[in-house]
């Protein structure tokens, strides 16, 4: 499927901590349906104006009938600082769905974990939601540096949630690797930084168990045609925006 660029309006938008926003847009192209692990290009500011670049933000939730999508971002640097002073009413452009998202098709029936670490954890809530659709509870496994956030409302569509936290001041006191047993699944999806994600990668391997990983890269055009994000593979170079950023890590964890 193609992306699609449309303008939006920001409908809702909520500082959730100090600097994690969840943004609620109108997404009137319900032709576009966005899937879990995909992701849009956005912009708020014009093309004329640094930074140069749109940035690439997950679906955290599509509502279809609501026509909704929500974005769940953390406030890091000028991009996304623009993104935070918006406010209901205002216009913002997206670009999208892009990306190759996860395939829920084939983790339907099975025993499924989610890992999330951070914002890692943004696109998690639709592939929840997607395989809870289709009859199959994951457990959930989430880890922050130490105030968590968006962790309750997986629990109506999840099996098991476990926290950990660095701090330790919720949840277990460790890394979100502490509690997952990759042997009691069939598959393991995640999304976090890369080096959690490698961790989890090498638990799940040690098992024999599937692990699937959302990579992140710096994306400039996100269509594929620039190979500014391209990441290695056991068979290549592959554009993470087009060809990811969902990946098998023995992909690109082994290359
Ligand atoms: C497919 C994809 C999906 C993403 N989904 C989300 C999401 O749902 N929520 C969310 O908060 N973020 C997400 N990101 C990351 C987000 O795009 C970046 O945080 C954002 O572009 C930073 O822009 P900025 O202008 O605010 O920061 P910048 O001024 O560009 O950078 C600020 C700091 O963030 C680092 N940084 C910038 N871009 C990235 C990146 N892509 N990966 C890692 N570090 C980066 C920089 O090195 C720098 O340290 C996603 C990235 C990709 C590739």
Redesign the pocket.
Known sequence: MHATACDVKVLEHLALTDT?RLMTTSWPRRDKAPKAGQ?FMLRCWPADVA?V?S??????SYDAAMGTIQ?????????????AALEPGDTLSLVGP??NGFDVESALGKRVALVGGG??T??LYQLAKELNAGGTKADYFCGFRDEPYGVEKFATLCGKVQLATDSGRYGFHGFVTQLLNPEEYDLVLCCGPEPMMKAVAKLCEEKGVTCIV??????ACGIGACLG?TCKTTTGGKC??KE??VFDSKEVFGA
């Open positions: 994690i992701f930074p670049l940035r690439p933000i997950s679906v955290h974005f769940l971002y953390e406030v890091r640097g000028k991009g996304t600082e623009k993104l892009s990306g914002i890692g943004a696109p959302s990579l992140e890269r710096k994306m994000c993470v925006c990811g950023p």
